[in-house]
């Protein structure tokens, strides 16, 4: 883990590594911007905010000095940008997860190979200027899910988290916490800025995508996160990610 104590030696470093699947990295920060790329397999990391997934060709910002865990879900290729936070004025101050556009996907695999420090002047340097150019007009994705700081209601949170494959519903929530449909939601949404069906949704399709990069199929994975049939849980897993759960498992889980 890079740059926990010690400071960046240029404006921008890139790194490219793998992770097995399973692997952990417990919580730690960084004293610069971290940006988490993966090109196959998922990553879930976890800070005190909520838990963000990074399906392959999205990227993850990291402010500076943000605690966050790690942890992979099948093999997984990582790109890594490490950024003086300063290094634009306009960069982006909170997490957030975002599709990686080609331009800028060729950008970091490029930034990977030049050494550091940069030979001034030449294509290295422009690369890098290009790559924090690209980085200014972030579009940002809910590929998050709140954790609420409020004990009982993270005490839910963590029992339903423990059995997706059961039809939830607000009134479940309200007979737990001895309340009101209507309590119930209000205080969901001040804790975590979501309704309880969002956050369900999110939850459970954070869930599918590590279960799919693990090799379960879409059926067993449907079911696994509450949804009888396959057909509704494809057409949710498209609309929020882009691709089909098919495709999502047919991506390469190699790269060259």
């Known amino acids: 883990?890079?740059?926990?104590?010690?400071?960046?030696?240029?404006?921008?470093?890139?790194?490219?590594?793998?992770?097995?699947?399973?692997?952990?990295?417990?919580?730690?920060?960084?004293?610069?911007?971290?940006?988490?790329?993966?090109?196959?397999?998922v990553l879930r990391v976890t800070t005190p905010q909520g838990r963000?997934?990074?399906?392959?060709?999205?990227?993850?910002?990291?402010?500076?000095?943000?605690?966050?865990?790690?942890?992979?879900?099948?093999?997984?290729?990582?790109?890594?940008?490490?950024?003086?936070?300063?290094?634009?004025?306009?960069?982006?101050?909170?997490?957030?997860?975002?599709?990686?556009?080609?331009?800028?996907?060729?950008?970091?695999?490029s930034a990977v190979d030049i050494p550091t420090p940069c030979p001034k002047g030449g294509r290295e340097e422009r690369i890098l200027e290009l790559v924090l150019d690209e980085l200014r007009d972030l579009s940002l994705h809910?590929?998050?899910?709140?954790?609420?700081?409020?004990?009982?209601?993270?005490?839910?949170?963590?029992?339903?988290?423990?059995?997706?494959?059961?039809?939830?519903s607000l009134t479940d929530a309200a007979y737990m916490l001895s309340v009101s449909d209507r309590t119930v939601s209000r205080r969901f949404h001040q804790a975590t800025g979501l309704s309880?069906?969002?956050?369900?949704?999110?939850?459970?399709?954070?869930?599918?995508?590590?279960l799919l990069a693990q090799g379960h199929n879409v059926i067993d994975t449907a079911l696994a996160v509450g949804y009888d049939s396959p057909g509704a849980f494809s057409a949710m897993f498209k609309r929020r990610v882009g691709l089909a759960p098919v495709d999502f498992i047919a991506q390469p889980q190699t790269v060259a």
């Open 52 to 109: 963000w997934i990074i399906p392959p060709d999205r990227a993850l910002w990291i402010p500076a000095n943000v605690p966050h865990s790690i942890k992979a879900h099948g093999k997984v290729e990582v790109r890594t940008l490490f950024l003086d936070p300063f290094a634009r004025a306009d960069l982006p101050s909170d997490c957030g997860i975002f599709q990686v556009p080609e331009l800028l996907k060729a950008l970091i695999n």
């Open 1 to 41: 883990m890079y740059f926990q104590t010690e400071q960046l030696t240029a404006p921008i470093m890139a790194f490219a590594y793998s992770y097995a699947h399973g692997i952990n990295e417990p919580q730690h920060a960084h004293t610069s911007v971290q940006l988490l790329h993966t090109l196959t397999g």
């Open 142 to 168: 809910d590929f998050n899910v709140p954790l609420p700081e409020d004990e009982t209601l993270l005490k839910l949170c963590e029992k339903i988290t423990a059995r997706l494959e059961h039809p939830w």
């Open 196 to 210: 309880f069906g969002e956050w369900l949704r999110r939850k459970r399709l954070m869930r599918s995508m590590e």
